[in-house]
């Protein structure tokens, strides 16, 4: 039997087969009358035969005349093997092993595999791909290998060019094809150097029958989050390295938006997890990946030069060349180095001995996220680093070191979607006064201007900086010998033998792989070992769902470790920067020195609870009565939202004497047993609508947007809501309060519609009730045109609830009412809270508000608020999934709908959205009853360069995929 040989037949133009040709083949051989459509290959021809109504009935298949029968059978059988094996759907032969031989001018074999459906949702082109189908891709490909290593037939013996046993002699074969000889040049030099490393492990890899082109077009996806579960194309069927099944599938990965090498390690562990890499494999990966990417650039260039109107090779060529960029931005042993820690299988090298300097105390200048010297941004400001270390050096100490491994705050950066080099691969030394630096081993030096090597057996040490050396360098040294005289700042690296050049910072995705180049230079000063970069953010969530109520959520399936922040920037512990749309507590921003000085005085000088008589609690009460119209001048103050609404319903029913409580249909107002029974948001309470109590009454939600009433129409929700307290009074229920937020906060920052809280307070009060304004989210300026939200409805309220951004974070809440019905409290008994109204959180409260004016925050509500909404008003008419944005000042939501007409919400795509944001470097968060809405309420200090920053990456995330 002959099967072919890529080496004796390189040509391989798709069969010239038209689609009228196609639909006589479907008839004649099949029996099938199809409509028919050509789908794209790189050497077969390949048509989709649809009934008369648009029902898929099949692939038709013409292979390349190059394939013997032997070698479709074989395809065949392996599909229907898997089929058999596994829970992969897959293209097989619809007519069992029918191929035939059509006339179509040489060797033409012809059959029809079955459709999948989910075809038009794959992985092609060159969209993002989520962690989860990136991890389903691994799996998909272990699961094929394991399926496969039972099967075997005569027809995989044959020699193809996507064999990567072949993969060196492929890219010398058909690197003359490309012709820019730079790329030419680069493709091979990879190759070669991927090859070294392969063939010295050919011999423990093992081999058996694989797929041999599980990518992004060879897949079909399915169910709600799109995941690759289906395998078509078994064209490249071979007998391989086992291997190669993985390596093909994270090359084509690396044609994605924003997959770089660390993306695809969720398909290693996908694939580790079910058919386990050995030790020879783990090495190998990342060369053939290489490899492979290498051999896509030149077989495609080839392709498109041979096959001119194939236009699905030409338009892979660029994708192909990103691929193999990528698949290069890191060194090989570091890639390794950097699977081998995600796959648990690392080695850990001894700890480098000796001393570079003669005793004396080193002082640690630790720059972490969670160090004190970072407080007030200081790691923003150029040249800190020197400034920190010459401030610790004034404290006495011989020299000042930093920290080995650590992800150094004052290398970060905010906004940036690329998570910026962090991680210390060396320790930078000042010395107090000129120190001499000896060699810690024997080794040959090489001096090179301000920078020395000592080269040894075990180790190479380099130091660079502010350094006189002992001598010219180019010889052979002892132990203890002189080196050089430190007389400033020095930068330190050891490397492990056989390490190329290690820059001094790297990206905490590829910490462990460049970590394994290096030791801890530390020891050599006479420091203890460092703990090194540790990713503990899995195992801390671990700890918490241990000690720590699980229903009380956290965001994200894999939070990054956030223990720092900074306006309105958070940071994680590796030193990434995150924006935060979402933490409208903290109206003034993170860390804010103002704040932290103030209460660490207060505390220092008194906090007590506000049955003593001291200013703080008189000032404060006065100040926030002075921020609300008459006759609102009597305050009290508690810790939360929760218990100022709680309070709040508390006062109305013992001003009124009566129980019935009116509130808004789907909105929050806090987790107490009574501020839960008026709350009916089912994004906080899936059972919120069916466990009211009965003295709970609720009017429709005023939703503009997508309530019953829309646009012009929702001028209706009054007199509705109008309607049920007339109602419930005629029955004999007259409410004792209507309690809602004056500016939709739960629907993703709407308005009210107008006139809605005149119409509706009239009424309740009419009915003997009062007016509950529910101000915890919404009000402190938020909206940026009015402090309290309400002023935007033209209405004053009875009772007013606030806390959020009163405290910018420390539990702060307060009810503001009407002496009289404060003083209707007294039939309740007295009121006391331990700690509202205390010293301390009394300065707090003073602060914010002292802080929101100074920094003029309302204003910037306004101006950066405007500007957001206009930014993403341009895009909405770029991207139809933005139904709409909500709010005022920096109270926004933007609502993604699958269909302008239906709004059908975009939930999935929202969740999704969320965790790409997160991956560029924003925090943002789904919001409303639907989850649907990107909330956004940043800090109100974010600046206008945030804010762009913000659209910017939406913007990508929105063309590019989710
Ligand atoms: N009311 C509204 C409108 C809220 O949004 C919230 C909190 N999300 C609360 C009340 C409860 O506030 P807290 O979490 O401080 O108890």
């Keep these: 039997m002959t099967t072919f040989d890529f080496f004796e037949a390189a040509e391989l133009p798709v069969p010239a087969v038209s689609a009228e040709q196609a639909a006589q083949i479907a008839a004649n051989h099949f029996g099938l009358s199809a409509s028919v459509s050509p789908l794209?290959?790189?050497?077969?021809?390949?048509?989709?035969?649809?009934?008369?109504t648009g029902e898929p009935i099949g692939v038709l298949k013409i292979a390349n005349p190059a394939f013997s029968r032997a070698e479709l059978e074989a395809q065949d059988a392996a599909a229907a093997f898997i089929d058999a094996a596994e829970?992969?759907?897959?293209?097989?032969?619809?007519?069992?092993?029918?191929?035939?031989?059509?006339?179509?001018?040489?060797?033409?074999?012809?059959?029809?595999?079955?459709?999948?459906?989910?075809?038009?949702?794959?992985?092609?082109?060159?969209?993002?791909?989520?962690?989860?189908?990136?991890?389903?891709?691994?799996?998909?490909?272990?699961?094929?290998?394991?399926?496969?290593?039972?099967?075997?037939?005569?027809?995989?013996?044959?020699?193809?060019?996507?064999?990567?046993?072949?993969?060196?002699?492929?890219?010398?074969?058909?690197?003359?094809?490309?012709?820019?000889?730079?790329?030419?040049?680069?493709?091979?030099?990879?190759?070669?150097?991927?090859?070294?490393?392969?063939?010295?492990?050919?011999?423990?890899?093992?081999?058996?029958?694989?797929?041999?082109?599980?990518?992004?077009?060879?897949?079909?996806?399915?169910?709600?989050?799109?995941?690759?579960?289906?395998?078509?194309?078994?064209?490249?069927?071979?007998?391989?390295?086992?291997?190669?099944?993985?390596?093909?599938?994270?090359?084509?990965?690396?044609?994605?938006?924003?997959?770089?090498?660390?993306?695809?390690?969720?398909?290693?562990?996908?694939?580790?997890?079910?058919?386990?890499?050995?030790?020879?494999?783990?090495?190998?990966?990342?060369?053939?990946?290489?490899?492979?990417?290498?051999?896509?650039?030149?077989?495609?260039?080839?392709?498109?030069?041979?096959?001119?109107?194939?236009?699905y090779a030409s338009s892979a060529l660029d994708h192909e060349w990103r691929s193999f960029q990528r698949a290069n931005a890191i060194p090989l042993d570091v890639m390794t180095a950097q699977i081998r820690h995600s796959l648990g299988v690392s080695h850990p090298a001894a700890p480098v001995d000796g001393r570079l300097i003669d005793g004396g105390d080193v002082v640690v200048l630790d720059l972490s996220a969670e160090s004190d010297l970072m407080d007030g941004g200081v790691w923003l400001e150029r040249d800190c680093e020197d400034r920190l270390a010459a401030d610790a050096l004034a404290g006495g100490a011989m020299a000042v070191a930093t920290v080995f491994g650590q992800g150094r705050l004052t290398r970060s950066a905010t906004l940036s979607a690329l998570s910026p080099a962090t991680v210390a691969t060396g320790i930078d030394l000042w010395p107090a006064e000129p120190l001499t630096l000896t060699a810690p081993w024997p080794g040959v030096l090489t001096v090179d201007g301000d920078s020395l090597a000592l080269t040894g057996t075990?180790?190479?040490?380099?130091?660079?900086?502010?350094?006189?050396?002992?001598?010219?360098?180019?010889?052979?040294?002892?132990?203890?010998?002189?080196?050089?005289?430190?007389?400033?700042?020095?930068?330190?690296?050891?490397?492990?033998?056989?390490?190329?050049?290690?820059?001094?910072?790297?990206?905490?995705?590829?910490?462990?792989?460049?970590?394994?180049?290096?030791?801890?230079?530390?020891?050599?000063?006479?420091?203890?070992?460092?703990?090194?970069?540790?990713?503990?953010?899995?195992?801390?969530?671990?700890?918490?769902?241990?000690?720590?109520?699980?229903?009380?959520?956290?965001?994200?399936?894999?939070?990054p470790r956030i223990e720092r922040g900074w306006r309105e920037h958070l940071v994680g512990t590796d030193g990434r920067s995150y924006l935060d749309m979402v933490n409208n507590v903290a109206v003034l921003g993170h860390g804010h020195p103002a704040l932290a000085d103030a209460v660490a005085r207060q505390w220092r000088r008194l906090n007590t609870n506000s049955?003593?008589?001291?200013?703080?609690?008189?000032?404060?009460?006065?100040?926030?009565?002075?921020?609300?119209?008459?006759?609102?001048?009597?305050?009290?103050?508690?810790?939360?939202?929760?218990?100022?609404?709680?309070?709040?319903?508390?006062?109305?029913?013992?001003?009124t004497g009566r129980h019935d409580i009116v509130a808004v249909a789907e909105a929050y107002h806090g987790w107490t047993y009574a501020t839960d029974a008026i709350s009916t948001s089912i994004a906080d309470n899936p059972n919120a609508l069916s466990t009211r109590p009965s003295w709970v009454h609720t009017v429709p939600?005023?939703?503009?947007?997508?309530?019953?009433?829309?646009?012009?129409?929702?001028?209706?929700?009054?007199?509705?809501?109008?309607?049920?307290?007339?109602?419930?009074?005629?029955?004999?229920?007259?409410?004792?309060?209507?309690?809602?937020?004056?500016f939709y906060g739960n629907a993703g920052g709407m308005a009210l519609p107008d006139g809605y809280l005149k119409a509706v307070y009239e009424a309740v009060r009419a009915a003997g009730g009062v007016a509950i304004a529910d101000e915890v989210q919404v009000g402190y300026g938020r909206t940026g045109r009015w402090f309290w939200a309400f002023e935007q409805q033209g209405v004053v309220p009875d009772i007013v609830c606030v806390a959020k951004a009163?405290?910018?974070?420390?539990?702060?809440?307060?009810?503001?009412?009407?002496?009289?019905?404060?003083?209707?409290?007294?039939?309740?008994?007295?009121?006391?809270?331990?700690?509202?109204?205390?010293?301390?959180?009394?300065?707090?409260?003073?602060?914010?508000?002292?802080?929101?004016?100074?920094?003029?925050?309302?204003?910037?509500?306004?101006?950066?608020?405007?500007?957001?909404?206009?930014?993403?008003?341009?895009?909405?008419?770029?991207?139809?999934?933005?139904?709409?944005?909500?709010?005022?000042?920096?109270?926004?939501?933007?609502?993604?709908?699958?269909?302008?007409?239906?709004?059908?919400?975009?939930?999935?795509?929202?969740?999704?959205?969320?965790?790409?944001?997160?991956?560029?470097?924003?925090?943002?968060?789904?919001?409303?009853d639907r989850q649907n809405v990107l909330k956004m309420k940043p800090p109100m200090c974010i600046t206008r360069e945030s804010a762009d920053f913000f659209v910017d990456q939406l913007d990508r995330v929105l063309t590019t995929g989710w």
Aim: glycine share 10%; net charge negative.
């Design 458 to 559: 075990h180790a190479t040490l380099v130091v660079r900086g502010a350094l006189r050396p002992a001598g010219e360098g180019g010889h052979s040294v002892d132990a203890g010998d002189p080196l050089a005289t430190a007389e400033g700042r020095v930068w330190i690296q050891v490397r492990r033998p056989g390490a190329g050049d290690v820059p001094p910072f790297v990206r905490p995705e590829y910490a462990a792989g460049w970590l394994a180049q290096v030791s801890d230079p530390g020891p050599l000063l006479g420091l203890p070992a460092a703990p090194g970069l540790a990713d503990d953010s899995f195992a801390l969530r671990q700890r918490r769902s241990q000690a720590y109520a699980e229903v009380q959520e956290h965001y994200y399936d894999h939070p």
């Design 701 to 742: 939600s005023p939703n503009a947007y997508r309530g019953q009433h829309r646009g012009i129409d929702a001028s209706k929700y009054a007199p509705e809501a109008v309607a049920i307290i007339e109602s419930l009074a005629a029955q004999g229920y007259p409410p004792a309060a209507f309690i809602c937020e004056p």
């Design 40 to 52: 794209g290959s790189q050497q077969d021809a390949n048509f989709l035969l649809s009934t008369s």
């Design 611 to 655: 049955r003593f008589n001291y200013g703080a609690v008189v000032a404060f009460s006065e100040r926030l009565a002075a921020t609300l119209p008459d006759p609102l001048d009597t305050v009290f103050l508690v810790n939360s939202g929760s218990e100022a609404d709680d309070l709040a319903l508390r006062l109305a029913m013992a001003a």
């Design 87 to 311: 829970e992969i759907r897959t293209a097989t032969n619809i007519n069992g092993s029918s191929i035939v031989e059509i006339d179509a001018g040489g060797n033409h074999f012809a059959r029809i595999i079955r459709f999948l459906p989910g075809a038009g949702s794959n992985l092609a082109g060159d969209g993002y791909v989520r962690p989860a189908q990136v991890a389903a891709l691994g799996d998909l490909a272990g699961r094929t290998c394991r399926a496969l290593a039972a099967f075997d037939h005569p027809g995989v013996d044959r020699v193809l060019q996507w064999d990567l046993r072949h993969g060196l002699r492929t890219v010398e074969r058909l690197a003359s094809h490309v012709t820019d000889p730079h790329r030419r040049e680069t493709v091979q030099s990879a190759a070669t150097a991927a090859w070294r490393v392969i063939d010295g492990l050919a011999a423990d890899l093992p081999v058996q029958v694989i797929h041999g082109d599980i990518t992004g077009d060879n897949v079909v996806c399915s169910g709600p989050h799109a995941l690759p579960d289906g395998l078509i194309d078994f064209g490249d069927l071979i007998r391989s390295w086992t291997v190669a099944e993985l390596a093909v599938a994270v090359a084509t990965l690396l044609r994605h938006d924003g997959c770089e090498p660390s993306s695809t390690l969720a398909a290693v562990q996908a694939f580790h997890a079910v058919r386990p890499l050995g030790p020879a494999e783990v090495e190998a990966l990342w060369p053939l990946v290489v490899l492979r990417a290498a051999v896509l650039v030149v077989s495609g260039i080839h392709q498109s030069s041979i096959d001119a109107d194939n236009d």
């Design 806 to 928: 009163m405290g910018n974070g420390q539990p702060l809440g307060a009810v503001i009412t009407t002496k009289a019905i404060a003083d209707a409290y007294r039939t309740q008994g007295y009121f006391f809270s331990s700690a509202g109204g205390s010293p301390v959180s009394s300065v707090v409260g003073l602060t914010v508000l002292d802080t929101i004016e100074n920094e003029r925050l309302q204003e910037n509500a306004v101006t950066v608020g405007d500007h957001i909404v206009a930014r993403i008003n341009e895009l909405a008419t770029r991207h139809p999934l933005i139904g709409t944005v909500h709010g005022s000042g920096l109270y926004m939501g933007v609502e993604l709908v699958r269909d302008r007409v239906t709004l059908e919400p975009a939930v999935v795509e929202t969740a999704a959205i969320c965790e790409r944001m997160r991956e560029l470097g924003v925090i943002v968060q789904p919001t409303g």
